[in-house]
């Protein structure tokens, strides 16, 4: 496989996107796990297929409408869930269903032949174009500058709000910033892992890095280690035995952390 990575560009990209992936899946996932959303990220990248359908209806790149419906649906839940006091999962449920049934609606509703959805729902990390690894590129730099530029803010977000209260920082509107850094990592993943299979690779390097400290910028360095790690082993087995690449990398990276889990119990 080495050598075919500097023969072939597809091998280059998938190599380049899986790196700019762990590189985000290492910030934002550690913010993600550590804030409990989880879900909320689940509902954002299923919301998300909607913009994708529309894409593919009126003529445009499917990614941008994709990213236009995960900040719409993350922004709105956000929204709805504070002045009407609905609960989170109920909201989380709908959009998700929604996002998902538009998107169906609208690719049925495209002229000309169907596209093959696979690839958006569960990610090929071999078909990733150049194009789209410089959005993935735009996109990360954003997201890498807004946390590090502000990290003790969104420390103290994640560990005391009223700190930032007192100091008189909007968290509502940090929380609106961080929705929307969490639609632009959906938005990134999914071409390498899929609208399913993003939030696995959000939070599983994250868990994993929990293990073994509980500092909040070192989760992040070694979530950004185990991710490159895990994409890398991922997706040298899923060319070597011409498997479906986003489905081989998580299965790996929960492979890792199962393991890791059970040989730290029974160390300590």
């Known amino acids: 496989m080495i050598e075919a990575l500097f023969e072939y560009t597809f091998l280059r990209n998938a190599v380049v996107s899986s790196l700019i992936a762990s590189i985000v899946c290492g910030i934002i996932g550690t913010i993600i796990v550590e804030k409990k959303l989880v879900s909320m990220s689940g509902g954002i990248a299923h ?6 359908g529309l894409g593919y ?51 049925s509703m495209a002229s000309g032949y169907q596209p093959d959805m696979t690839s958006y729902l569960f990610g090929d990390i071999l078909t990733v174009s150049t194009t789209y690894i410089k959005i993935m590129f735009v996109l990360g730099l954003f997201i890498v500058f807004i946390i590090s530029a502000a990290f003790n803010y969104w420390k103290a977000y994640l560990f005391d709000e009223e700190y930032l209260k007192v100091m008189g920082v909007d968290v509502v509107k940090l929380e609106y910033l961080l929705f929307i850094l969490i639609s632009l990592s959906i938005v990134i993943l999914i071409k390498v892992a899929g609208i399913i299979l993003a939030i696995a690779l959000l ?4 868990a994993i890095s929990k293990l ?8 992040m360095v070694l979530s950004i280690i185990f991710g490159i790690i895990l994409s890398f082993s991922g997706l040298y087995i899923s060319y070597t035995f011409n498997i479906p690449s986003g489905s081989t990398i998580i299965l790996v990276a929960v492979t890792v952390f199962l393991f890791t889990s059970f040989v730290k119990r029974k160390i300590n």
């Open 47 to 52: 919301t998300s297929f909607g913009g994708i």
């Open 203 to 206: 939070t599983i390097p994250p």
């Open 57 to 107: 209806l009126l003529g445009f790149e499917p990614i941008i409408g994709g990213l236009i419906f995960a900040v719409i649906a993350a922004l709105s839940i956000s929204k709805i869930r504070r002045e009407t006091k609905t609960k989170s999962d109920t909201l989380i449920g709908m959009f998700w269903a929604v996002g998902m049934a538009l998107g169906i609606l609208f690719i």
């Open 212 to 219: 073994f400290t509980k500092d909040l910028k070192k989760i």
